[in-house]
């Protein structure tokens, strides 16, 4: 993974962080961070690709 597709980590975070606690306080198991931020990515609440990554697209 370049340098350019990091970007993202010092904004998505805190909403992955906040879903895994959500989900933990609710009695689910095996649901951290990165869990969350897959599952955050994958409904189209976070594009971590910046535009300097070749995943970038715009839209």
Known sequence: ???ACLGWAHRC???SDAVSKDLKG???KFVG???AYA???AVG??????KG???YREG
């Open 1 to 3: 993974m370049g340098k």
């Open 26 to 28: 609710r009695g689910m």
């Open 45 to 50: 609440v976070i594009y971590s690709h910046d």
């Open 39 to 41: 599952y955050l990515q």
């Open 33 to 35: 961070t990165t869990v």
């Open 13 to 15: 975070l805190h909403k």
């Open 53 to 55: 990554c070749f995943l």
